[in-house]
DNA sequence: CGCAGCCTTAAAATTACCTTAAAAAATGCC
DNA sequence: GGCATTTTTTAAGGTAATTTTAAGGCTGCG
């Protein structure tokens, strides 16, 4: 573990229990912020000046449940996230789960269980979250460079002038050079919501559009690659 | 492409747990290799032919208890690790937390959570560990290398071109390597719907077609072989 | 030896993809 | 707020690649 103190957002609309966790989780050295609602803790995660390492959450909260915020939280965090329940049937187990929460402890519980339990997810997070994983950016391949910080394409030195959606689609292929990507999960990735047939059109028009803009010839393009049947794949640098 | 087929090592010395679980994460698409003490599980991680992903390990097991093996695991790995214990008592949990499991479920316990809980550690390690789940993305057999990722396959080093249905086709025999698939089996995975009688020929031909192209002599196959009146198989590497 | 199962090859059929332009929607400026 | 401009989506024609179908021949088994 690293030697600065973590803090835990704890959100529970019982008070006593906040106030117990927080007891047992400061006396394991966290630092703890501990709110009554949904709406609190959301607003909490949103404020830049403090920083979660990761929430226990309850799961019925008046203002947001717990469902909504593990959602929303995992829009933009990878953040380990423990889920509080009285409930003891399992499909709320199960879609806390697949929601993204990490853990998920019914009430009662033992406090210690619960700090052991941040413990270890703590513990992994911070040993497989290594600093390798910062975010690199600039991204160059051959002529071209994405500069993700001013969101701007650069080829051989001159900017090239992308749309919002040609910006995103040309990210995410670069971002993971050499992976094939289906025209499905292009969208997914760069729209949201759900793929439908229709759909596939419009992203082809963006791939086009793009290349029109990246290649020396976008009829044989040599960077954004189709693998026919399967999707595109931004071609890894030799 | 991002749906390859996870390993999970199941170790417990009651069978029927073993039995219905492996039935659980084989129906949620796991692969899983089930042992009924702590010495097997040792020794099915220090094989090389068979990559795990996580480990469900129940603690009172003869050869070596779920706590050492979870610590000799640790020495070497990330892999998430899953606890299933009969002891209800917290110390207990607490011990496995500490020494690095990701998970502790007292029995009994409902299979569909194991599944859930399985399914959420392995999505958050692939999901922070990148470079692990990159190098699970390539199957190798003799020159051969099927790149799941960029879905790509070389030989000695030279890329050959697959069409999409053989490239689904080989996919789905070389994930399975060994395993006999009748043609209405390969037909189902790979195209989907219902598998009819004139289809046969369909798969015949994709067959030979591939071998044409992964095969040194495609009339004596040595990786793509005929079992004959039950279908085919990618052969086990030597 | 007969026959079912399998293999191979080529032609017919189908599909995935690309491009272009028009319609619709969104954005930015005065 | 109105309007010009830009971006995005939809529609549609064309083509190369892939897939399916058809059919002759080979192989292994009872």
Chains 1, 2 share one sequence.
Not at 12 to 29: C, M, P, Q, R, T
Not at 80 to 98: E, N, T
Not at 220 to 237: A, I, Q, S, W
């Amino acid at each position: 573990m690293e030697d600065r103190k973590y803090t835990i957002l704890l959100a529970d609309d019982e008070k006593e229990i906040v106030d117990l966790l927080s007891l047992y989780l400061e006396n394991a050295g966290f630092s703890v912020i501990g709110v009554f609602n949904g709406k609190e803790a959301f607003d909490v995660l949103c404020r830049k000046d403090a920083f979660i390492d990761a929430a226990v959450l309850d799961i019925m909260m008046p203002g947001m449940d717990g469902y909504t915020l593990v959602r929303k939280i995992r829009e933009t965090s990878n953040m380990p996230i423990l889920i509080l329940s009285a409930r003891s049937d399992d499909s709320g187990k199960i879609l806390g789960l697949d929601l993204g929460a990490d853990d998920y402890i019914t009430k009662p519980f033992n406090p210690l269980e619960i700090t052991a339990r941040v413990q270890a997810q703590l513990r992994r997070y911070y040993r497989l979250n290594a600093p390798a994983a910062q975010a690199q950016e600039r991204i160059t391949a051959g002529g071209l460079v994405l500069d993700r910080a001013s969101c701007t394409l650069t080829k051989n030195g001159r900017e090239i002038p992308l749309t919002a959606i040609e910006y995103r689609i040309l990210c995410l292929l670069m971002e993971n050079r050499g992976r094939v990507f289906t025209k499905s999960r292009i969208y997914e990735h760069v729209w949201g919501g759900d793929f439908y047939e229709s759909d596939d059109n419009t992203v082809m028009v963006h791939i086009s559009k793009l290349r029109d803009k990246i290649e020396d010839d976008p009829r044989n393009p040599v960077y954004l690659k189709t693998v026919r049947g399967l999707g595109y794949r931004f071609e890894k640098e030799k």
